[in-house]
């Protein structure tokens, strides 16, 4: 059974036009994060909630915002997609309570920018 | 310097043969290691964790070296099906949660 759920898998984006990413669980994990891997790179951290306390990494662009309505979801805004935001993004879940939690990701949604 | 370094790779080897990968980690208080597997276009799954003492799983063994912030991961008989990216994993506590800083991975192709 699916732990971490992306929707949608695949999704084209016209240059400048807003998309949302969508994450939900049912671990009932405290903790969701959104990575974004590219080619050949190594995912990267761009933001986490901890209930509903939100954390930036330093280097995340404003272009990307994150909203968690409740523990199961939680959205990955693009607000202004360029053609350097084609990635792979990653949602994923921990249950927070000690370093060594196993993250569970979920199968990505591969964004496509035209 | 990057916060988690890894073999440049890729590693071609026969089935049946013994890998290792290594990496190193540049923050002397990350608190957690882990080996994970990414397939190609797809999730990395968790493979491992890392422990001080060293630990085995089947054909997989990892090490630890803290002093030298220095992480391994040994593979022996060598599977078609272990063909995949190979990432090392630290992470750390942040403001809550713990974040996980990804090597870049190596890729492994085992041959018939």
């Known amino acids: 059974d699916a732990m971490v759920i992306q929707n949608p898998r695949y999704q084209v984006t016209q240059f400048g036009k807003p998309v949302t990413l969508s994450c939900s669980q049912t671990l009932n994990h405290n903790v969701m994060y959104w990575y974004q891997q590219k080619s050949s790179q190594a995912p990267k951290l761009l933001f986490h909630y901890y209930d509903k306390d939100f954390n930036n990494e330093a280097d995340t662009p404003d272009n990307f915002q994150s909203r968690r309505p409740n523990t199961s979801f939680c959205f990955l805004d693009i607000r202004s997609p360029g053609l350097g935001d084609a990635a792979m993004y990653l949602c994923?879940?921990?249950?927070?309570?000690?370093?060594?939690?196993?993250?569970?990701f979920g199968p990505g949604t591969r964004l496509t920018v035209l | 310097r990057k916060e988690v370094e890894q073999d440049p790779g890729p590693f071609n080897v026969p089935e049946g043969a013994t890998v290792a990968f290594n990496c190193t980690y540049s923050?002397?208080?990350?608190?957690?290691f882990f080996w994970y597997r990414q397939d190609c276009r797809k999730e990395p799954k968790l493979l491992m964790s890392?422990?001080?003492s060293g630990n085995e799983d089947g054909r997989f063994t990892a090490q630890l070296n803290r002093a030298s912030q220095y992480i391994s991961l040994l593979i022996r008989d060598s599977k078609l099906s272990d063909s995949a990216t190979y990432l090392c994993?630290?992470?750390?506590?942040?403001?809550?949660?713990?974040?996980?800083?990804f090597g870049k991975g190596t890729s492994l192709l085992v041959t018939p």
């Open positions: 994993v630290v992470n750390m506590s942040s403001n809550s949660g713990y974040a996980l800083n």
């Open positions: 994923a879940t921990s249950s927070g309570s000690i370093s060594t939690d196993t993250q569970y």
């Open positions: 923050n002397s208080a990350s608190q957690s």
């Open positions: 890392v422990y001080s």
